[in-house]
Nanobody, 115 residues
Framework: QVQLVESGGGSVQAGGSLRLSCAAS????????MGWYRRAPGKRRELVATITTGGSTGYADSVKGRFTISRDNAQNTVYLQMNSLKPEDTAVYYCNAGVGVLIYWGQGTQVTVSS
């Protein structure tokens, strides 16, 4: 069982920045892939960014060049640095961890970007 706790959400004006954190209850060095997803009001959940054990990253086209995912194995934490935020980035952001065939989710953190 892996518990994930997100933090760092909030309200910001367009063009601003936020950094989300996802603290895991286990060593993230043992987690194959960790990622961030988001769900905007009335929309389906979508992948935002992923990072593997080896540090390889992937991003949705909509956030490339603005968001950066990173991991700190010593702190068992994954981060999502979000810059140049847009109103369309408004959503609940969820941390995700894939361990073998098991998928774990955090409770989500709200990000609201005003124009």
């Amino acid at each position: 069982q892996v518990q994930l706790v997100e933090s760092g959400g909030g309200s910001v004006q367009a063009g601003g920045s936020l950094r989300l954190s996802c603290a895991a209850s286990t060593r993230i060095s043992s987690i194959n892939v960790m990622g961030w997803y988001r769900r905007a009001p009335g929309k389906r959940r979508e992948l935002v960014a992923t990072i593997t054990t080896g540090g390889s990253t992937g991003y949705a086209d909509s956030v490339k060049g603005r968001f950066t995912i990173s991991r700190d194995n010593a702190q068992n934490t994954v981060y999502l640095q979000m810059n140049s935020l847009k109103p369309e980035d408004t959503a609940v952001y969820y941390c995700n961890a894939g361990v073998g065939v098991l998928i774990y989710w955090g409770q989500g953190t709200q990000v609201t970007v005003s124009s």
